[in-house]
């Protein structure tokens, strides 16, 4: 079981940014799908991004394509998201999930969770 660790939310004005990190001190992801979910208050987890460990291919929904972009480091072992010109509706805990298999948009297909960071977006 990967322990993961988010950190990097915060409150942000609309149109600003943020990056979001997520890493395991104990196990490489290396072998492993990463993605980034968010849930809002009163809704349902949402996906955000995704990306192949290895081959660094990504996936974005059309809310956030263009303005988020998820990323790695394999030598720091450490998922990131870039986050510009945020809006309101951005306001959510943000999750990061891993799974052993190609990368989805289903919540239900990801073994791993992080505890997720907040981040708030002023308007």
């Known amino acids: 079981q990967l322990q993961l660790v988010e950190s990097g939310g915060g409150l942000v004005q609309a149109g600003g940014s943020l990056r979001l990190s997520c890493t395991d001190s104990?196990?490489?992801?290396?072998?492993?799908?990463m993605a980034w979910f968010r849930q809002a208050p009163g809704k349902g987890r949402e996906f955000v991004a995704s990306?192949?460990?290895?081959?660094?291919?990504?996936q974005y929904p059309d809310s956030v394509r263009g303005r988020f972009t998820i990323s790695k480091d394999n030598a720091k072992n450490t998922l990131y998201l870039q986050m510009n010109s945020l809006e309101p509706e951005g306001t959510a805990v943000y999750f990061c999930?891993?799974?052993?298999?190609?990368?989805?948009?289903?919540?239900?297909?990801?073994?791993?969770w992080g505890q997720g960071t907040q981040v708030t977006v002023s308007s």
């Open positions: 999930a891993a799974r052993a298999g190609d990368t989805t948009d289903q919540t239900s297909a990801y073994e791993n």
């Open positions: 104990a196990h490489t992801l290396s072998p492993y799908s």
């Open positions: 990306i192949v460990w290895l081959d660094r291919q990504t």
